[in-house]
């Protein structure tokens, strides 16, 4: 599977692009297969609305990409164990 380091929404967004042109898709096709409008993933792909991550999730599950959030180096907060 492959994977998107994003450490902005925005970087979420140029990705969505490049992953579903390396697919060979339209936005047109994206969008009807999670149910939204072509002008919907546009605006997504363009990040001019406010990201809602779960669909943006069901893009990158229908495209076959897995997400990889990555944290800063540092922070103050002790570390979360592993799931």
């Given at each position: 599977?492959?994977?998107?380091?994003?450490?902005?929404?925005?970087?979420?967004?140029?990705?969505?692009?490049?992953?579903r042109?390396?697919?060979?898709?339209?936005?047109?096709?994206?969008?009807?297969?999670?149910?939204?409008?072509?002008?919907?993933?546009?605006?997504?792909?363009?990040?001019?609305?406010?990201?809602?991550?779960?669909?943006?999730?069901?893009?990158?599950?229908?495209?076959?990409?897995?997400?990889?959030?990555?944290?800063?180096?540092?922070?103050?907060?002790?570390?979360?164990?592993?799931?």
């Open positions: 599977m492959a994977k998107v380091h994003a450490r902005k929404a925005r970087d979420l967004s140029s990705a969505l692009v490049a992953v042109r390396r697919r060979g898709w339209s936005q047109a096709e994206i969008a009807d297969r999670i149910g939204v409008s072509r002008d919907y993933v546009g605006d997504l792909e363009s990040g001019e609305l406010g990201l809602q991550v779960s669909r943006l999730m069901r893009l990158y599950g229908e495209l076959g990409v897995g997400v990889v959030l990555t944290l800063p180096e540092s922070t103050d907060e002790p570390e979360a164990p592993h799931a």
